[in-house]
């Protein structure tokens, strides 16, 4: 693994005492989960973790990378992993961390569900599969996670993706065209029992309201 590039924070002085303070899994979730969630009002953005720092919210890839950042800065691999889902639904991504030789996760998102994972799942095909049942849409319970990416080491990418000014499409492609591994293979998504009345009305809870 690189060593963090803190050089490239010289610029930064106060984002990275925020991100130096972040070290461990818990803190750095508890810190996503304090922060207001990016509607994208303005269009889509995928904002380094200097810029989600200084405009204070975060959409779920934003907190995954800024996660990230943080655990690579305290000597972990920044790692991400993408879960996709059907045309009708929205990708996830989550930063992934050991503990040990167990897996665990940091998510920042805005429902009751698809949130923090402690490290004691085996490997990642194990996280990415305590998610399936609680990905579902809210109009009809069809659950739509399909499969999920290998894990993704950002520091692969260099380190600019840590100050950027602009927005980080290029990641964005690079993780959605990364390889990702199939959950459900051919002919099982038409046999999957839909959420129950239940599990609709708790998915519809939110964290933070566009405007606030």
Known sequence: MRLFPKAQFK????????????????????FLNAMPFNFEERG????????????????????????????????R?????????????????VALFKEGNRWGAISKTNHAVLRY????????????????NEYFLNEDGKKTLRGYSEPFDLSRCGAAWLTAKEDLDDIAFALDRSPHVDILGKGRARRLRPAEPIEIEAGKIIEWKKGK
């Open 11 to 30: 610029d930064f002085p106060k984002e990275f005492k925020t991100l130096n303070a972040l070290r461990t899994p818990v803190t750095i979730q508890d």
């Open 44 to 75: 889509e953005t995928y904002w380094s973790p200097v810029v989600v720092l200084k405009n204070k919210k975060a959409h779920c890839m934003e907190g995954a990378m800024l996660a990230a950042a943080a655990l690579w800065l305290h000597g």
């Open 77 to 93: 691999p920044p790692i991400i992993m993408d879960l996709k889902t059907t045309n009708r639904d929205i990708d996830h991504v």
């Open 117 to 132: 994972r402690d490290a004691i799942y085996r490997d990642p095909r194990e996280i990415a599969m305590s998610y399936f």
